[in-house]
């Protein structure tokens, strides 16, 4: 499974190449607000995926090839979560994605489109946060570091 990560307008959404299902699933919190249609915010970016997932292929001798994808069925994925209210959180719904998608036609990420949400959403975003602050993958990870040691010193 491969999943990509789009932003497009300010907002975050993922392509996913599910091999063992042979779909191309689009996992977008936010439902098409009326008059927009699937093609309409969709099909460019699919058709990019594609291609550049050919060009990669190609370069790196992946088994899966154009001609395999390109049968593959795309879908926009129905999920219970996704409304039209909450177009702020997009990233942390991406990431949150990321983190729990596996492919399973029953999946739960854990939000419930209720207010609870909210209190769940700002968790994420603080955890999100301290693991990209505090990861070795940043370059400032050593600041980071001594900078939440100091203040935790006791004196």
């Given at each position: 499974?491969?999943?990509?990560?789009?932003?497009?307008?300010?907002?975050?959404?993922?392509?996913?190449?599910?091999?063992?299902?042979?779909?191309?699933?689009?996992?977008?919190?936010?439902?098409l607000p009326e008059g927009i249609t699937y093609d309409d915010k969709y099909?460019?970016?699919?058709?990019?995926?594609?291609?550049?997932?050919?060009?990669?292929?190609?370069?790196?001798?992946?088994?899966?090839?154009?001609?395999?994808?390109?049968?593959?069925?795309?879908?926009?994925?129905?999920?219970?979560?996704?409304n039209r209210t909450n177009k702020t959180d997009c990233g942390v719904y991406?990431?949150?994605?990321?983190?729990?998608?596996?492919?399973?036609?029953?999946?739960?990420?854990?939000?419930?489109?209720?207010?609870?949400?909210?209190?769940?959403?700002?968790?994420?975003?603080?955890?999100?946060?301290?693991?990209?602050?505090?990861?070795?993958?940043?370059?400032?990870?050593?600041?980071?570091?001594?900078?939440?040691?100091?203040?935790?010193?006791?004196?």
């Amino acid at each position: 499974m491969f999943l990509f990560l789009f932003w497009s307008g300010d907002h975050f959404y993922l392509i996913v190449i599910n091999q063992k299902a042979k779909k191309v699933e689009i996992i977008d919190n936010l439902s098409l607000p009326e008059g927009i249609t699937y093609d309409d915010k969709y099909k460019t970016f699919a058709e990019r995926t594609f291609e550049a997932w050919t060009i990669f292929s190609e370069q790196e001798g992946h088994p899966l090839r154009k001609a395999q994808i390109s049968a593959y069925e795309i879908v926009l994925l129905e999920m219970p979560w996704k409304n039209r209210t909450n177009k702020t959180d997009c990233g942390v719904y991406a990431m949150r994605h990321m983190e729990t998608y596996k492919g399973n036609q029953t999946w739960n990420c854990g939000f419930k489109n209720t207010d609870e949400d909210k209190d769940f959403i700002c968790r994420l975003r603080m955890r999100y946060g301290t693991e990209i602050l505090l990861s070795v993958l940043n370059k400032r990870h050593e600041l980071m570091y001594l900078a939440l040691k100091r203040a935790n010193q006791v004196e």
